[in-house]
T-cell receptor, first 112, second 112 residues
Framework: SQKIEQNSEALNIQEGKTATLTCNYT??????LQWYRQDPGRGPVFLLL???NEKEKRKERLKVTFDTTLKQSLFHITASQPADSATYLC???????????WGAGTKLIIKP | DVKVTQSSRYLVKRTGEKVFLECVQD?????MFWYRQDPGLGLRLIYF???????EKGDIPEGYSVSREKKERFSLILESASTNQTSMYLC???????????FGPGTRLLVL
């Protein structure tokens, strides 16, 4: 069956360190993958998009990698801050349709 | 800035009631989506629309219907609310196929 998986346990990181979140998928051939941030009681907000032919994408302190052989995307936040605490969702899109297929998200907690 | 608004942030309804959730976007987006979000399950697509008066079923359309009479407005209808429809409902929109999605703030619905 098709699955997209993110670590369901909260990730606790000390302020200033790099936080790394994982998104694994099976039985999909994504055209691209997106990462969103969601704060409690709010809708997700788009952060980064990476295409199947891209290995890495950066935006300020954020970096996303995409390994189609491992079927995995990693999302990194460098020099993490307490304000980075949120739930981070990955979503992929296959070539064939409009829809995003969502992971359940990983809660990130940055401790001062 | 894209703005997606939802008619209510919180809603409490009784079993069997008809419930209307409304979503409005101000960016002339073609596509609009309704999701529900439950802990540990991620976002699940209920219905989407790629044009006025057009609608497509998502992964979990049972118990729901939608209406898109105007491009900027997409309504989700629970014909007869049930307790298992207690959830966070999120509306999203985007311009083209596979583009990033812009979300509203969500409506937290409690069915008693």
């Amino acid at each position: 069956s098709q699955k997209i998986e993110q670590n369901s346990e909260a990730l606790n990181i000390q302020e200033g360190k790099t936080a790394t979140l994982t998104c694994n998928y099976t039985n999909y051939s994504p055209a691209y993958l997106q990462w969103y941030r969601q704060d409690p009681g709010r809708g997700p907000v788009f952060l980064l998009l990476i295409r199947e032919n891209e290995k890495e994408k950066r935006k300020e302190r954020l970096k996303v990698t995409f390994d189609t052989t491992l079927k995995q995307s990693l999302f990194h936040i460098t020099a993490s801050q307490p304000a980075d605490s949120a739930t981070y969702l990955c979503a992929l899109v296959e070539d064939s349709n409009y829809q995003l297929i969502w992971g359940a998200g990983t809660k990130l907690i940055i401790k001062p | 800035d894209v703005k997606v608004t939802q008619s209510s942030r919180y809603l409490v309804k009784r079993t069997g009631e008809k419930v209307f959730l409304e979503c409005v976007q101000d960016m002339d987006h073609e596509n609009m989506f309704w999701y529900r979000q439950d802990p540990g399950l991620g976002l699940r697509l209920i219905y989407f629309s790629y044009d006025v008066k057009m609608k497509e079923k998502g992964d979990i359309p049972e118990g729901y219907s939608v209406s898109r009479e105007k491009k900027e407005r997409f309504s989700l209808i629970l014909e007869s609310a049930s307790t298992n429809q207690t959830s966070m409902y999120l509306c999203a929109s985007n311009f083209g196929q596979q583009e990033t999605q812009y979300f509203g703030p969500g409506t937290r619905l409690l069915v008693l």
